[in-house]
């Protein structure tokens, strides 16, 4: 395992071996290299205000001297219920510092979902963002035993307000930091000192599709496994991040990816991390900060792809006519792209270098990509046509594969290596094989998570006792080196003809249309396929006025009939594409927005089947009813 060089005297680990490297190292000896460059940025106010590595080594020092005043020993666990920002970081590498573990929350999750992940971690501190995280941690707070002392950032409508013997606010948790490291100088730093591998740095609960969320643990091996092969070995960007390149920190820092790219890309690379404002500001922030690395999942780019096409709809007619030549010519250098593995040919370089001065410069600028030299996409399947669509207009797309189990390390397409429908190979250093009889893709590779938090029996169904993990999803090779994944295993549908189909081809190819936000098709043990369709409000509401469809709600949009004429029209060109078996017979409308807080999604925005199947069976029991038609409810 590759290590920081230490710039200060090493300290032998409690046990007599050597330091270990950990986040909390990794940004001490960055502090004291480049103390005046600048590893993070925030807006405050309108304005971008910036951390240099000097101060944020020196904000880590203070809070990690705080969680020693309350009391936090080696093993415990320190919860964080916020957005993204500055203190997140400052917060997760102190918890390391002292040897806790990080709990991240979902800035989503509802009192009862706070409740239980409070409760079933045993958090005994929590920093809250603001008053609306507060209030859910304060509602559920008699079922939390072990939680001590709870934190908040913003002290915005709770100052003067609230009186609980368990709150400080942020400034008096550094104050009590400050006054602990007076008295205490280098405690944090001995702490560090006596840092070993198996110390798990973050519990990181999954989603929860299925069940309750569980607590994977990941220990400092793992991280460290995590950055030696995304970063030091360039594992995902094709070449070392550095401290020239930029991130957007937008997705929930609780999430395994976002935690990679904003903490692990940052401490092991250098690459500065800038905060989104929120999620609904991301486009603006791109546009800002215009990173040269970006992850996003697929309801991202997808997003982005809806925007780009209601902008040009409302262009004047000759940018219009402009648009259309040039996402023609951009469609042909997909197309080559995707037969090249990603490699330009002569006749595209100059297609494409034409193309930038009239259209791509100025199409990547407002998108926010201009300079982006590597983005990808994962977390979830996602439609080819999306990815090739970035990759004609010159944005480098890859689709890559990891889980929180296997701390986000699996598979990658590499760049000029590239095979469209693949999630890639696998990274160096990781053992990948795929079951024979059932399909399953399996990996083994030291960034395999230690197991469940207090759940032994789930731990043994998913790990073996040589240390193959089970990730659940059915894949397949292609052309014996990448790695194309089908579904989760959960979610294949059997059909009452004994036929095995996989709907999220199915679902994504509906998604691909920036009409459809989303698509649940259903069919277990059921004579053929059925959707629920949610329409994307914003493109089919632009849709719907342009031709002066009147309308007021949501729901009412949906039950238009020249609404569902358009789903209908897209649901046929989804089936020509498929086998008859896999054609969705019959749809129906949602009648809402999907919703975390609702239980419908979870906090990553996929979808819950079996809830799903509960809340809308009458739509469901309609579709096999015999009734025909399209859309009705």
């Not at 500055?86 to 009862?112: K, M, Q």
């Not at 929860?208 to 496994?225: C, D, H, Q, W, Y």
């Amino acid at each position: 395992m590759t290590a920081s060089v230490a710039t200060q005297p090493a300290t032998a680990t409690a046990s007599g071996g050597p330091p270990v490297t950990t986040l909390a190292t990794r940004v001490r000896d960055r502090a004291q290299a480049t103390p005046k460059q600048v590893a993070m940025r925030q807006k405050d106010f309108g304005i971008w205000q910036e951390v240099t590595w000097a101060s944020y080594w020196d904000t880590v020092l203070t809070v990690g001297h705080a969680l020693l005043a309350l009391g936090i020993e080696p093993g415990d666990r320190v919860a964080i219920h916020s957005e993204n920002r500055r203190e997140w970081l400052f917060t997760d590498v102190a918890t390391v510092a002292v040897r806790a573990a990080t709990v991240g929350l979902y800035p989503t999750n509802p009192a009862p979902e706070v409740q239980y992940l409070l409760s079933h971690s045993g958090a005994k501190v929590l920093v809250v963002e603001d008053q609306e995280q507060l209030d859910k941690a304060l509602a559920v707070l008699d079922e939390c035993p072990d939680l001590q002392r709870i934190v908040y950032v913003d002290p915005k409508g709770i100052r003067n307000r609230y009186d609980h013997p368990a709150l400080l606010s942020w400034d008096q948790f550094l104050a009590i930091g400050a006054e602990h490291r007076a008295a205490n100088p280098g405690a944090v730093e001995q702490r560090m000192a006596e840092a070993t591998p198996d110390d798990i740095a973050t519990l990181i609960y999954t989603s929860g599709t299925t069940g309750r969320p569980k607590g994977a643990m990941l220990s400092i091996a793992n991280v460290e496994f995590a950055i030696e092969v995304l970063v030091e070995r360039g594992g995902f960007t094709g070449r070392p991040p550095n401290p020239s390149d930029l991130v957007l920190s937008y997705l929930p820092l609780c999430h395994v990816v976002e935690r990679a790219f904003s903490v692990w890309f940052n401490a092991g690379g250098g690459v500065q991390v800038n905060f989104a404002e929120s999620i609904a500001t991301v486009q603006t922030n791109l546009r800002e900060v215009q990173p040269t690395i970006l992850f996003g999942v697929p309801r991202i780019w997808e997003r982005i792809l809806a925007s780009v096409q209601i902008g040009l709809r409302n262009a004047s007619l000759f940018k219009r006519a402009n648009a259309k030549l040039w996402l023609k010519v951009a469609d042909r250098i997909g197309d080559t792209l995707v037969r090249t593995g990603g490699n330009h040919t002569v006749g595209t370089r100059i297609l494409y270098g034409i193309g930038w001065l009239f259209f791509y410069r100025a199409l990547r600028e407002r998108i926010g990509m201009r300079r982006v030299r590597h983005a990808a996409s994962g977390a979830a399947p996602i439609a080819p046509e999306v990815l090739r669509f970035f990759m004609g207009i010159g944005v480098p797309m890859h689709e890559a594969y990891g889980m929180t189990e296997n701390a986000a390390i699996a598979t990658t397409n590499r760049p000029g290596r590239v095979k469209l429908g693949t999630v890639g190979e696998p990274h160096e250093g990781v053992e990948l094989r795929i079951d024979e009889e059932t399909g399953e893709i399996l990996t083994r590779h030291p960034g395999v998570f230690r197991g469940y938090f207090r759940d032994p029996e789930a731990t043994a169904r998913v790990l073996t006792p040589d240390g193959w993990l089970h990730t659940g999803d059915i894949g397949e090779w292609v052309d014996g080196t990448h790695v194309r994944i089908t579904d989760r295993a959960k979610d294949i549908i059997i059909t009452s003809g004994g036929k095995n189909i996989a709907p999220s081809e199915i679902e994504n190819a509906l998604k691909a249309s920036p009409y459809i936000k989303e698509a649940i098709v259903i069919g277990d043990r059921r004579p053929y396929l059925v959707a629920l369709i949610g329409i994307e409000l914003e493109t089919v509401g632009d849709w719907a006025t342009r031709r002066g469809i009147a309308y007021t709600t949501y729901r009412d949009l949906s039950e238009q009939p020249e609404v569902i004429a358009l789903v209908q029209r897209i649901v046929d060109e989804v089936n020509a594409r498929f086998a008859r078996v896999s054609n969705v017979r019959k749809f129906r409308m949602l009648p809402k927005e999907l919703d975390h807080e609702d239980g419908e999604l979870t906090a990553t925005q996929k979808v819950k089947r079996s809830a799903i199947a509960k809340l809308f069976a009458d739509l469901v029991e309609d579709m096999y009813s015999g009734r025909e038609g399209g859309a009705g409810a």
